[in-house]
């Protein structure tokens, strides 16, 4: 996804999950899925690989959005992701919205947080590194 | 209905206890929502490793201008078949929760391309399955990402309905 797409445009992947942008919170977007049997794993829980998708999609949003507020149309690839699962996530609507702790000339450095009913009990949290180059 | 398996603690789709058999089972496991959804299937196993692919699909792209699929597909491929690489090596399946899972992009997987990913369980503990993997989309030896993670093996007491937070009580303690 280009830097100079629209705040809330999300790849086919993130659409096929049910992925949509809540809201902007102070200029970011913040990410909501609601359960389907899509995103199930073990019955009743969602699936690990759905959370960690999720992560990502928030993860690149919120550089997204970061990047084009500096006006800088940069090329962004994925060098790595680790995922923390703290909480079985439930059936129900889940949030992500990622903080950009730093974005330099070739690297971008990412924290992300998922929720579900209550904000303050995260199901799961990644911090995620990008590569920046010039388009 | 058989009594003392249904003692068993259970993580819904397959029984705790029952010998894990990856080809059998995991077809059942793979075929039912998100795995499904993505097109998991299951290719080949070892003693301490469990094979499973999926095809390239338009609608799990993440970089529309190129074709590149997203990484929450490799993400979900790597899970399971560490996941199924820890039932393997156990030799029976058990409910286990994922710790954290760590993630190397080596490069972009080629756009038209299925993705096969190896599971390995390279250590096993009492309370915890160390794992590692490996994707690739083609050519084993020019993988697209790197996985590493670890799974808290739940015991039969810990599980509860909600197996996980109790699970991971337990181990606090």
């Given at each position: 996804m280009s830097v100079a797409a629209p705040i809330d445009a999300l790849p086919p992947y993130a659409r096929a999950l049910g992925m949509v942008v809540d809201h902007i919170d102070d200029g970011c977007p913040v990410l909501a899925m609601d359960y389907s049997a899509t995103v199930g794993g073990?019955?009743?829980?969602?699936?690990?690989?759905?959370?960690?998708?999720?992560?990502?999609?928030?993860?690149?949003?919120?550089?997204?959005?970061?990047?084009?507020?500096r006006e800088l149309d940069l090329r962004i690839?994925?060098?790595?992701?680790s995922i923390e699962f703290l909480r079985g996530g439930q059936a129900e609507r889940t949030f992500a919205r990622g903080t950009v702790l730093r974005a330099g000339r070739r690297l971008a450095n990412v924290r992300v947080e998922a929720w579900q009913s209550d904000p303050q009990k995260p199901v799961a949290s990644c911090w995620m590194n990008f590569l920046l180059s010039p388009r | 209905m058989e009594k003392d398996t249904?003692?068993?603690?259970?993580?819904?789709?397959?029984?705790?206890?029952?010998?894990?058999?990856?080809?059998?089972?995991?077809?059942?496991?793979?075929?039912?929502?998100?795995?499904?959804?993505?097109?998991?299937?299951?290719?080949?196993?070892?003693?301490?490793?469990?094979?499973?692919?999926?095809?390239w699909r338009e609608d799990l792209v993440g970089d529309p201008e190129t074709g590149v699929l997203a990484?929450?597909?490799?993400?979900?491929?790597?899970?399971?078949?560490?996941?199924?690489?820890?039932?393997?090596?156990?030799?029976?399946?058990?409910?286990?929760?994922?710790?954290?899972?760590?993630?190397d992009?080596?490069?972009?997987?080629?756009?038209?391309?299925?993705?096969?990913?190896?599971?390995?369980?390279?250590?096993?503990?009492?309370?915890?399955?160390?794992?590692?993997?490996?994707?690739?989309?083609g050519d084993p030896s020019d993988p697209v990402a790197h996985a590493t993670g670890i799974f808290m093996l739940v015991h039969g007491?810990?599980?509860?309905?909600?197996?996980?937070?109790?699970?991971?009580?337990?181990?606090?303690?």
């Open positions: 073990r019955p009743g829980y969602l699936h690990g690989g759905a959370i960690g998708g999720m992560l990502e999609m928030a993860a690149f949003a919120a550089l997204r959005a970061h990047l084009s507020q690839k994925p060098v790595n992701v | 249904d003692q068993l603690p259970r993580t819904g789709l397959v029984r705790a206890g029952v010998p894990f058999d990856p080809a059998k089972l995991g077809k059942l496991l793979n075929s039912n929502g998100h795995s499904g959804f993505i097109g998991m299937s299951y290719r080949d196993h070892g003693p301490d490793w469990v094979e499973l692919g999926l095809p990484s929450g597909p490799i993400i979900s491929l790597l899970d399971n078949a560490t996941s199924m690489a820890a039932w393997v090596s156990q030799g029976e399946f058990r409910p286990q929760v994922t710790l954290d899972l760590r993630i992009y080596l490069r972009a997987a080629a756009r038209g391309k299925a993705i096969v990913a190896r599971g390995e369980c390279y250590r096993l503990r009492r309370t915890m399955a160390f794992v590692r993997g490996l994707a690739h989309d007491d810990e599980w509860a309905a909600d197996g996980r937070d109790r699970a991971i009580r337990a181990e606090e303690k």
